[in-house]
């Protein structure tokens, strides 16, 4: 909840003080002897797509986060994941991190709860970029993939360059109250797990032999 507080903060911020500085413009406008009218309504215009936007965001971060029994959909897992990470890429963008998307345009549908399978995904995408808090700007990227895995199945993963997993405890990642964060519960990575399970899928994680973590889960393809 507070990493959403600080996202949600971040991601309203922008707009309200594009709405700030196109509100004083007219203001600046209207002062003179023969105001352009066209320009103020250009003005309000942005203001109004500003609004929206700000309107947006909101309604993004309370419907990862209000509490609904699962609604099973068909849906597009690529359209899920960049809803997901246009919420996201500022905050991403401000820690210095960059986040690049490879999604298989020929990915299958799948059946399942969009709001539930965004919340691991927020899950994985925010634990890759504590991972590499303290790592070399050079290396601090996130690749969010999906592909088809076989004919019957989707597969999603998150990969960054950060300090990986801890060989000895790679068993007990996905553990209640596991967690390797000071001011983390452990919980994000159990409930993502039980997450997948209930709609069909596998999650795992594993080490990249150039350094960092990956972290995967499958689901069946309709």
């Keep these: 909840m507070g990493e959403l507080a600080t996202l949600l903060a971040h991601e309203i911020n922008q707009p309200l003080a594009a709405i700030r500085s196109n509100a004083e413009a ?24 500003d609004d929206r936007r700000a309107g947006e965001v ?18 597009d ?3 899920a994941i960049q809803e997901v990470v246009g919420l996201i890429r500022g905050d991403i963008l401000l820690q210095g991190l960059s986040l690049t998307m490879e999604l298989d345009p020929d990915l299958k549908m ?10 691991v995904i927020l899950n994985l995408v925010l634990n890759s970029a504590a991972a590499m808090k ?26 960054d360059f950060g300090t990986g997993i801890d060989e000895n405890n790679i068993g ?46 499958t689901l069946p393809a309709h």
């Design 134 to 159: 303290n790592a070399p700007r050079a290396q601090r990227k996130i690749i969010v993939r999906t592909a088809m895995q076989d004919g019957g199945t989707v597969k999603a993963s998150v990969t």
């Design 26 to 49: 007219p203001q600046r406008f209207l002062s003179q002897a023969a105001p352009d009218i066209g320009e103020i309504r250009q003005i309000l215009d942005d203001i109004i797509r």
């Design 77 to 79: 897992l690529n359209k």
């Design 172 to 217: 007990r990642l996905f553990e209640p109250f596991y967690t390797t964060k000071p001011e983390g519960l452990g919980m994000g990575l159990s409930i993502s797990q039980g997450i997948i399970k209930a709609h069909g899928g596998t999650m795992e994680a594993s080490n990249n032999p150039d350094g960092g973590a990956t972290f995967a889960f």
């Design 58 to 75: 909101v309604q993004k971060v309370r419907a990862l986060v209000r509490k609904e029994k699962p609604h099973r959909e068909f849906l």
């Design 110 to 119: 799948i059946r399942g709860d969009r709001v539930q399978l965004q919340q």
